[in-house]
Nanobody, 125 residues
Framework: EVQLVESGGGSVQPGGSLRLSCAAS????????MSWVRRAPGQGLEWVSG????????TYTDSVKGRFTISRDNAKNTLYLQMNSLKPEDTAVYYC??????????????????WGQGTRVAVSS
């Protein structure tokens, strides 16, 4: 059974940092691209960042470039999102998602087949 379990969310002041983790099991983690996707209160899903199976190609939505870093440890079957310089607009539930291919899609269209339950991030003063 595929499982994706996020952790590391919490409440932080603007300018603070958090590191999210996503522990994966039930599939060959090192064979698939992974992403972080978020849902802000009252909003739709927003793709945040993606990483290929090897971890050597990453992509970000413009609003988080230079502040967030996606990474993975294939030996530990874990995906990470380091979030620095957090802003109130980063407040959301963050989900990790498994893609069906190893690569970051050239057209930006991911095909997710599994999602985690989410971890909540709240940024406020």
């Amino acid at each position: 059974e595929v499982q994706l379990v996020e952790s590391g969310g919490g409440s932080v002041q603007p300018g603070g940092s958090l590191r999210l983790s996503c522990a994966a099991s039930g599939f060959t983690f090192s064979s698939y691209a992974m992403s972080w996707v978020r849902r802000a209160p009252g909003q739709g899903l927003e793709w945040v960042s993606g990483i290929n199976s090897r971890g050597d190609t990453t992509t970000y939505t413009d609003s988080v470039k230079g502040r967030f870093t996606i990474s993975r440890d294939n030996a530990k079957n874990t995906l990470y999102l380091q979030m620095n310089s957090l802003k109130p607009e980063d407040t959301a539930v963050y989900y990790c998602a498994k893609d069906q291919t190893p690569d970051v899609p050239a057209d930006g269209v991911y095909e997710y087949d599994y999602w985690g339950q989410g971890t909540r991030v709240a940024v406020s003063s």
